[in-house]
Each structure stands twice: as C-alpha cells, then as structure tokens.
C-alpha cells in the first residue's frame, strides 16, 4: 500500500508559476514510476506528465511541454511539478499517481495509487 499526499496547488495569474509537490509513503518509492495528471470540471482525466524510477526518462502531454518540468528526490519520497507559464486552461485537480512495475507510462490504468488532488485554479 502506498499513500500520496500532494501539496503546492493555489490560485494564481495566467502567466505564473507553481510548484506542485507529492509526498509518497513507503520504502520502495525509488522502485515506482510516477505520474502526474488533472481532471477539470466536466472533464475526463488526463495525462500531465510521467517520470521514470530514477528520474531520467520523463515524458509530457503536448499541452505542457516546454513550461511543465517533472522530477522527484527519491531520499525525501517526493515528485514535483513546477508549472511555469500557466493558462487558464491549465485550471484542474491535479493527482499525483504510483506506477508500481515498469517505465513510466502515460495511460491512467497503468497506476495503482492516487493522492486525492489539489487544486489549481489560473485566472486570466
């Protein structure tokens, strides 16, 4: 059983940043893929970003890349998000989520753990 715990989300301008961070239980957190996703109102949720278990391979939704970057600490059992250039349609219920064999994967059913979100809320 691992438990995530995601921090960082808020309101902020079109244009500015935040850094989302994702705190994991457990002892075998190097050994787990991650992701993170979002769910905006009315809609499905969707892939944000994914990172392998030690931090190289990392992989984006066309939508964030070039202003999203994901990485993780494995000695603090934590994956961040810093969000740079934010839109309004950024807007959404961001989830950080386990992937508990395996490279990192952009497909939800993939992962096993979900944190319960924080929102992030960007005005125009």
């Known amino acids: 059983q691992v438990q995530l715990v995601e921090s960082g989300g808020g309101l902020v301008q079109a244009g500015g940043s935040l850094r989302l961070s994702c705190a994991a239980s457990?002892?075998?957190?190097?050994?787990?893929?991650m992701g993170w996703f979002r769910q905006a109102p009315g809609k499905e949720r969707e892939f944000v970003a994914a990172?392998?278990?030690?931090?190289?391979?990392?992989t984006y939704a066309d939508s964030v890349k070039g202003r999203f970057t994901i990485s993780r600490d494995n000695a603090k059992n934590t994956v961040y998000l810093q969000m740079n250039s934010l839109k309004p349609e950024d807007t959404a219920v961001y989830y950080c989520?386990?992937?508990?064999?395996?490279?990192?994967?952009?497909?939800?059913?993939?992962?096993?753990?979900w944190g319960q979100g924080t929102q992030v809320t960007v005005s125009s």
């Open positions: 989520a386990v992937k508990t064999s395996g490279s990192n994967s952009y497909l939800l059913r993939h992962y096993s753990y």
């Open positions: 457990g002892r075998t957190f190097s050994s787990y893929a």
């Open positions: 990172i392998g278990r030690n931090g190289v391979s990392t």
